[in-house]
């Protein structure tokens, strides 16, 4: 195949190339620079572009005044434009080997090269090289029981890229303050204690004496209307004392049954410190017991 060097401007575009190229001429462009031109252009006997438009836009975005050429003789104009689209199109038949194409990027990556190069975006990137995935060893929907003594303590502030999550109090200037880190909040989305002394109905909270429910007795035992109840009615073995660790839906609810003044005092601490730094027309949405609608 012969190959000559010839002034930029000596190739002239198809003005009918039926592809659009012009997302790809900056991808291409750091591509020729870090690389070279490694492939010549094709062009026809009267110098028109059949092969490489994207690559001709690319070296005149760079500045290059000579690029590398092949002449293609010998072909009909029927051949020239089948050619000109089968290029293109045959390119996009191939598809990437999944398991081999990470192993490629890793290497690279391992020698710091810049993979921006690749022509790739950073999602597609990210999708590549991120860890494959392993087939767990319990059941993805299980959540584990909490500890018996909690990792997070009261200060403790966590940074979830751009969330901000805090084991604080939500009455306390201060504690706000260090959250929001002296940002305004828009919108504020809270579910408060309801204030109605939530008891477990678990069969382990019941026979552990951590619930006022408990099995109906004798006769009225059918009369039990909460599935627990009738568990235990139905097997009393359940009712007596449990050696089972308990569960987080178990233990009773800490603090959630206060005098209505202290629970008022609450609720206006807690709403009063977030006001403050609620922007000017911002909003709360509350999730609440219907019973404290007029708190």
């Known amino acids: 195949m012969h190959v000559e060097l010839w002034p930029i401007d000596r190739v002239r575009p198809y003005e009918q190339n039926p592809r659009k190229n012009d997302h790809a001429v900056e991808a291409v462009a750091k591509s020729l620079r870090e690389f070279g031109f490694r492939q010549p252009l094709v062009v026809d006997e009267e110098g028109v572009l059949v092969v490489g438009h994207t690559r001709w836009k690319a070296a ?175 097997h009393p073995e359940k009712a007596k004392p449990t050696g089972k660790k308990l569960r987080a839906k178990d233990r009773p609810l800490a603090n959630d049954f206060v005098t209505d003044e202290a629970f008022d005092e609450m609720l206006l601490a807690w709403f009063q410190n977030a006001s403050r730094a609620l922007n000017p027309g911002g909003s709360f949405y509350i999730w609440g017991g219907y019973a404290n609608l007029g708190n």
């Open 60 to 234: 005149k975005q760079l500045g290059w005044t000579e690029v590398p050429v092949h002449v293609a003789t010998g072909l009909s104009p029927e051949q020239i434009r089948a050619y000109r689209i089968a290029d293109n199109q045959t390119a996009t038949i191939a598809t990437w080997d999944t398991d081999l194409l990470p192993l490629e990027l890793t290497a690279l990556a391992g020698v710091n090269f810049d993979l921006d190069l690749l022509g790739f975006s950073a999602e597609e990137l990210a999708r590549f090289t991120a860890p494959p995935a392993t087939e767990g060893l319990v059941d993805p929907d299980d959540i584990p029981a909490p500890p018996d003594e909690a990792t997070t303590q009261p200060g403790d502030l966590w940074v979830l890229g751009n969330h901000r999550l805090l084991c604080g109090d939500s009455s306390n200037p201060q504690h706000l303050d260090r959250l929001l880190d002296g940002v305004p909040i828009h919108l504020v989305n809270t579910d408060p204690p309801y204030n109605v002394k939530v008891e477990p109905r678990s069969n382990n909270a019941i026979a552990a004496g951590l619930s006022s429910f408990a099995a109906p007795e004798g006769k009225g035992r059918r009369t039990a209307t909460h599935h627990q109840g009738l568990d235990l009615a139905r």
